[in-house]
Nanobody, 121 residues
Framework: QVQLVESGGGLVQAGGSLRLSCAASGIIFNIHAMNWYRQAPGKQRELRELVAAIASGGQTNYADSVKGRFTISRDNAENTVYLQMNSLKPEDTAVYYC????????????WGQGTQVTVSS
């Protein structure tokens, strides 16, 4: 059974930093791409924004809104993916979700429970 467990959210002032963690189990972690999404207040699940992605080989991609401020990384030995968030802005306030899509058919999407990040101005 695939499980993704996020941690590290909280309340921070604008300009501050947070580091999110997502511990994965039930998958062969090192062959799976891992993603961080966020869902802003009042937005529907279908409108979750892809914030950052890291491929199995370590290649990364970021939403334009977070480039230069957020860094995604992974520790395959610990089956964990991280999101370092610096220079946080009030518009970064959201619930952040860890996500992966399993490779082998039937492919399935898995989400963590989410962790709240609130940035005060």
């Amino acid at each position: 059974q695939v499980q993704l467990v996020e941690s590290g959210g909280g309340l921070v002032q604008a300009g501050g930093s947070l580091r999110l963690s997502c511990a994965a189990s039930g998958i062969i972690f090192n062959i799976h791409a891992m993603n961080w999404y966020r869902q802003a207040p009042g937005k529907q699940r279908e409108l979750r924004e892809l914030v950052a992605a890291i491929a199995s080989g370590g290649q990364t991609n970021y939403a334009d809104s977070v480039k230069g401020r957020f860094t995604i990384s992974r520790d395959n030995a610990e089956n964990t993916v991280y999101l370092q968030m610096n220079s946080l802005k009030p518009e970064d306030t959201a619930v952040y979700y860890c996500h992966t899509r399993t490779l082998f058919p039937p492919t399935s999407d898995y989400w963590g429970q989410g962790t709240q990040v609130t940035v005060s101005s």
